[in-house]
């Protein structure tokens, strides 16, 4: 009988034991479905693209939840491969371009197998997680999301998604109006004769010039100005004006998009410009240049300014290299043919006339003088008298 009570009691107990072990499975069950997340905050605050993060600057975001968290994912795909993960494309998904955090609430200070530099930030009332040295590729969308997760599938329950943006310096590059890249100094020709008066023989007018400046990928965005020999006083382009922005009409344009929430493109200022009488006197009055050389060809400098703010500065210069045909003395060929000949008939007239004088004074011919005038003396007896 005694070992019958201890048999019955073990199995009363054990009965206990497991209605108890259920009880909290499905309380932990129930808590975990109850739990929302409710808001997310980051510092700094780098949801703005004019103010993403710094260079290597670190990012903590924070969501908070209504109730007790255990599990916290948290995923975020690089910008260029948004929309690209998918079940027919693994590769994408387990080769770095995504990643997938997974924290439980024993997990506060680890840091993410995927990503070292993500470390976990677990509370009773929430996740989150701190960034170290944020790059380029974290900008974008990051999930995060609490639920039941089995471990065996992919985790479905209450998420909230944040935007954050980080700095991305540009690359800044020339190209030509066939968006082909410019490596060399330009070389262009100022096509008008002045000494003939009509355009140089083989071209038929003015030389167009169009190139531009690409600041690429540039997060913040940034503004792009150009200057002449560094000359900043006379910059122009955007935000600035001047008696420049009419002789090389600086045009800002987006030219690129890389990724499909356009986080990342390509800014670039076009300048249009014509090689004639206009550029060459704006040139030689404003900047010092002599635009008539007798070596028939001055050159400047020409900068692009790519401007990120507090963030960084880039700058790429080319020299345009002007040639022309030399203007000489100021007159074209038919003006130094008449004023050549005209010298030379004012110089025989003046030779002529100084023979002339000369013979006129030695043989006492003052103005081609009639020797049958001196009769017309009153005082001279040899005045011819005249006829009654």
């Known amino acids: 009988m005694r070992g019958g009570s201890l048999v019955s009691l073990a199995l009363c107990l054990a009965l206990f034991a497991s209605s108890s072990y259920?009880?909290?499975?499905?309380?932990?069950?129930?808590?975990?479905?109850?739990?929302?997340?409710?808001?997310?905050?980051?510092?700094?605050?780098?949801?703005?693209?004019?103010?993403?993060?710094?260079?290597?600057?670190?990012?903590?975001?924070?969501?908070?939840?209504?109730?007790?968290?255990?599990v916290c994912v948290i995923k975020h795909t690089k910008p260029m491969y948004v929309g690209q993960c998918s079940n027919s494309n693994t590769q994408i998904c387990t080769n770095g371009e995504q990643t997938?955090?997974?924290?439980?609430?024993?997990?506060?200070?680890?840091?993410?197998?995927?990503?070292?530099?993500?470390?976990?930030?677990?509370?009773?009332?929430?996740?989150?997680?701190?960034?170290?040295?944020?790059?380029p590729d974290d900008t974008g969308k990051w999930e995060f999301m609490v639920s039941d997760y089995s471990g065996t599938t992919n985790p479905s329950g209450n998420s909230k998604t944040v935007t954050l943006y980080t700095f991305n310096r540009t690359i800044v590059d020339f190209t030509d109006d066939r968006e082909q890249a410019i490596t060399r100094n330009l070389e262009v020709w100022y096509n008008y004769d002045e000494n003939e008066n009509e355009y140089r023989s083989g071209s038929n007018g003015y030389e167009n010039i169009r190139l531009n400046c690409n600041g690429r990928g540039g997060r913040p965005e940034p503004?792009?100005?150009?200057?002449?020999?560094?000359?900043?006083?006379?910059?122009?382009?955007?935000?600035?004006?001047?008696?420049?922005?009419?002789?090389?009409n600086p045009k800002e344009?987006?030219?690129?998009?890389?990724?499909?929430?356009?986080?990342?493109?390509?800014?670039?200022?076009?300048?249009?410009?014509?090689?004639?009488?206009?550029?060459?006197?704006?040139?030689?009055?404003?900047?010092?240049?002599?635009?008539?050389?007798?070596g028939e060809q001055f050159s400047f400098e020409l900068t692009c300014i790519v401007d990120q703010g507090d963030y960084g500065k880039e700058e790429l210069s080319m020299m345009i290299?002007?040639?022309?045909?030399?203007?000489?003395?100021?007159?074209?060929?038919?003006?130094?043919?008449?004023?050549?000949?005209?010298?030379?008939?004012?110089?025989?007239?003046?030779?002529?006339?100084?023979?002339?004088?000369?013979?006129?004074?030695?043989?006492?011919?003052w103005c081609f003088e009639n020797p049958d005038r001196r009769y017309e003396d009153a005082n001279n007896q040899k005045r011819r008298p005249r006829t009654q």
Request: proline share 3%; aromatic share 10%.
């Open 22 to 70: 259920q009880a909290a499975q499905i309380n932990r069950i129930k808590r975990q479905a109850r739990s929302n997340l409710q808001t997310c905050s980051i510092s700094p605050s780098v949801e703005d693209p004019r103010t993403p993060t710094h260079e290597n600057e670190g990012i903590t975001i924070n969501c908070a939840a209504d109730g007790h968290v255990d």
């Open 100 to 135: 997938k955090c997974i924290a439980t609430a024993n997990d506060n200070g680890m840091t993410c197998d995927e990503d070292s530099r993500i470390q976990y930030i677990m509370g009773n009332n929430g996740c989150g997680i701190k960034i170290s040295r944020a790059d």
């Open 223 to 248: 503004t792009i100005t150009w200057m002449i020999n560094n000359n900043d006083r006379l910059g122009f382009g955007e935000d600035l004006s001047g008696d420049a922005d009419r002789i090389f």
């Open 253 to 294: 344009q987006y030219t690129h998009t890389y990724d499909p929430e356009g986080y990342i493109r390509d800014k670039s200022s076009e300048l249009d410009f014509t090689i004639n009488q206009e550029f060459m006197s704006y040139i030689g009055n404003n900047y010092g240049i002599d635009v008539n050389p007798e």
């Open 321 to 365: 290299n002007v040639r022309r045909v030399y203007w000489r003395n100021g007159f074209n060929g038919w003006e130094i043919f008449g004023i050549s000949i005209g010298a030379i008939l004012g110089f025989a007239i003046i030779v002529a006339l100084l023979i002339v004088c000369c013979c006129a004074a030695i043989k006492g011919w």
